[in-house]
């Protein structure tokens, strides 16, 4: 990420952040990640946030690595999710065939498209052989700064385009959602990705 405004953000407003986010409702989206992988599979969450949905999946019974950009919400994570959160931005992945899913949920949309397709690449390496990422954008086609941070929203067809620079993966879900959040009225793209 070319842009320190984003990280700034979340280490200044990591508690409301948090607060607003930590109890939202993801069941039916992490449930459906999960039904993709091997039962105690390894997880990446990338870009974990509050940890929210790291200590899901370590509930189920899930191997979970989790990373962060931001500092503050490492901190916070780790206090939550009991386990070590790493600090890490997304173009320092360099791990091989480690995990057999991948989740950035609502994380991604802060890489500029110009850099995003190394991230996957990046995501790509990392997993295991058809490993699985799952992957959501605000839904629209805004690139630019919005309330001081970041954003990069994708339709199902700015992401075809993107995805057809990079065969290293192929769609297997998409799907648009409302935001879970009463006080949103935002639509989400939703997408299930195979390693191929």
């Given at each position: 990420m070319k842009d320190n405004k984003t990280i700034d953000y979340y280490d200044q407003n990591a508690q409301s952040f948090v607060e607003n986010t930590i109890n939202v409702d993801f069941k039916d989206l992490q449930d459906d990640f999960l039904s993709w992988l091997p039962k105690a599979g390894a997880i990446l969450d990338f870009g974990c946030g509050s940890g929210r949905d790291t200590k899901y999946f370590l509930?189920?019974?899930?191997?979970?690595?989790?990373?962060?950009?931001?500092?503050?919400?490492?901190?916070?994570?780790?206090?939550?999710?009991?386990?070590?959160?790493?600090?890490?931005?997304?173009?320092?992945?360099?791990?091989?065939?480690?995990?057999?899913?991948i989740w950035a949920c609502s994380s991604l949309l802060h890489v500029p498209a110009?850099?995003?397709?190394?991230?996957?690449?990046?995501m790509a390496a990392a997993l295991k052989d058809s490993g699985i990422a799952y992957i959501s954008f605000k839904y629209g086609e805004y690139e630019g700064e919005r309330g001081g941070r970041f954003f990069l929203d994708m339709t199902e067809n700015s992401f075809r385009e993107l995805l057809a620079e990079i065969p290293?993966?192929?769609?297997?879900?998409?799907?648009?959602?409302?935001?879970?959040?009463?006080?949103?009225d935002e639509k989400w793209l939703n997408l299930v990705l195979r390693k191929v």
């Open positions: 509930e189920k019974g899930y191997r979970v690595t989790a990373i962060d950009g931001s500092a503050v919400l490492c901190r916070m994570a780790s206090e939550f999710t009991g386990i070590a959160v790493k600090q890490m931005m997304f173009d320092e992945l360099n791990e091989q065939e480690t995990y057999d899913g110009d850099e995003l397709g190394d991230v996957l690449l990046k290293a993966f192929k769609i297997e879900q998409q799907k648009i959602t409302t935001d879970t959040r009463p006080d949103r």
